[in-house]
């Protein structure tokens, strides 16, 4: 089997869960390259060809040019499978490359099975096994799914290029808003959509403040405006590694508990038993966090008092 | 200036799930529908562009489903579109991203819209794929997971979400489809006068071969319970008594009490 890798730079750093690829890699025992619109002093070490374009020339985000360069690796290449992180630049790149070969596209890989593939869906409450007809495919790997590995080597080093035309032009990018740090706090206590109504988030703020802690979110809590963007937790917010971390009312979607499946200690307060926050949860409380919450944080008052 | 929406009818993601029998979907009974998430910002946006430009521009919302779906389709011509499409399609949930692709864009083709919305992606299946694959095949400029927009003076500019908060700005030519993400407005509530309106707009129902639907790419098996790999204690049972054993679970397994909470 031969894999094609499709690499992606981040404000001209190579970025880090390319080595994720790697590990799917590993995990098939294929004969591997690499595509990538990089800086050539950031180029992983692996036995294999790279078919490298510059990022200088080529920009961070370009699809309609990123996809005739992939094109040009394919046509080398000839792969099997062309894999991309399920990530803003791999998500936006897979389906117009499987156009281009005219073959599947498996979104969200989480495993391999026999002749398929294994994707979680209905936010991860459930899965199925996708096989392609197709001779080749196109896939994304979910995030995490695949441990991050560190090939050796020294790679063979093409240079691609590609007709700079395009309908998309890419202006630049602007830094998260900025905010509090929650990568140090020791305890944090997340609001998720469940707690239903604004009001409600002062519950959850109770029981960070009874612990001492900080309060996170979810991405639909800052969405609606009830708490600020800076604590949005997850792969489009921060990723924490705290002692205790209390999730209220979060279903845990694959997006959320990347950012906090490292916390210590890890609570879900949930009335859905199914909720994939399940996964990750050391204890799982099921109840209404409306009548729990304020319980809980009178218990902790009480024995830190 | 004509925009097309898509929107997909979800199960609510709170429900009790099984798989069906051939183990290629839900058990849909007892399930509610609702609205995918980013296809509602996908509407919202589409409804803004119309009140900003005004005039003649119209606002068709097509989906893809079994009959079900025309109680979301209607809901959408609520906040304010102005005519819906019901591809009336049973099998729709066992289709692949291709399949419908090839629908969309077979309505598409030669309806000349200046804007296609859709959603990044769905929450049943999440393929991510849909809104790409429509634009491949009409050749319109694309970039998907908006969470801005702005047309003005012709020039069309759209922000990304990126990784860790990052945002990219771009600027694109129309014809163009977006796929939007969540965050990129707040969908409005429709209104009593424009529910009572909207029963009087047009619904057009259409069928797969109609618009040219091909053969799937992948095929589906194995829909499951996703095993939770999870060794973790599940508690239930009254708030009061529940709070005692956290206290003490915690106790037992961290030191955040210990010190006196972290401050
Ligand atoms: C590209 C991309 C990036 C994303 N980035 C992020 C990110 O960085 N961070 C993030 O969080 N999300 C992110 N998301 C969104 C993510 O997919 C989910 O939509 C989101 O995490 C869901 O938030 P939630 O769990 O609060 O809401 P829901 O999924 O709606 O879950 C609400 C939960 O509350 C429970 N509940 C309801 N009522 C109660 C009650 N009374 N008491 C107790 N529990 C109750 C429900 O059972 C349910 O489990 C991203 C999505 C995409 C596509
Ligand atoms: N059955 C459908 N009917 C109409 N639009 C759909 C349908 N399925 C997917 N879409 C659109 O495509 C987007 C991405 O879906 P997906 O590729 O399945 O993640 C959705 O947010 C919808 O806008």
Known sequence: MKILLAGECREGRLAEDVFELFGFAASLDAEVSLVIVGSPDDLPAFEGRIYFADVRDYGEYSPEVHTRLVMRAVDQERPDAVVFLHSSYGWDLAPRVASAMNVAQVSGVAGIDGEGYTVDCCNGKMRRTVRPMTSSVVLTLQPGAFSARTPQGVPEVFRIDADPDSTVEFLGSRPPEAGVDLSRASVIVSAGRGVGKKENVDLVQNLAAALGGEIGASRPVVDAGWLERSRQIGTSGQSVSPELYVACGISGAIQHLAGMKEAGFILAVNTDRDAPIGDVADLFVVADLVQFLPALTAKIEARLR | ?263
């Open chain 2, 1 to 263: 200036m004509n925009i097309l929406v898509c929107i997909k009818q979800i199960p609510d993601m709170g429900g009790r799930f099984s798989s069906n029998t051939a183990c290629t979907w839900l058990d849909e009974t007892g399930l509610v529908f609702r609205m995918n998430d980013c296809d509602e910002y996908a509407v919202e946006e589409a409804l803004r562009i119309k009140e900003h430009l005004g005039g003649t521009l119209d606002v068709t919302v097509l989906s893809i489903g079994a009959a079900r779906v025309v109680e979301t389709i209607r809901k959408a011509l609520a906040m304010g579109c102005d005519r819906g499409v019901h591809v009336d399609d049973p099998k729709a949930p066992e289709r692949d991203p291709w399949q419908i692709a090839s629908m969309i864009a077979g309505y598409a083709k030669g309806r000349s819209y200046d804007l296609v919305f859709t959603g990044m992606q769905s929450e049943d299946r999440g393929s991510a794929q849909v809104g790409v694959l429509v634009a491949e095949r009409l050749a319109y400029s694309c970039v998907t997971g908006i969470t801005g927009f702005e047309w003005r003076d012709g020039a069309v500019t759209a922000e990304r979400e990126l990784e860790c908060g990052r945002r990219g700005l771009v600027r694109l030519t129309l014809p163009a489809l977006l796929t939007c993400q969540q965050g990129l407005n707040t969908p409005r509530y429709p209104t009593l006068p424009n529910i009572m309106k909207s029963k009087k707009k047009e619904i057009i129902v259409l069928h797969p071969d109609q618009l040219g639907v091909e053969a799937p790419l992948t095929s589906v098996g194995g829909f499951r319970h996703h095993e939770r790999k999870t060794s973790g204690l599940f508690l239930d049972g009254d708030a009061e008594a529940l709070a005692g054993q956290v206290v003490a679970l915690l106790d037992a397994n961290t030191a955040v009490l210990r010190k006196g909470g972290s401050r």
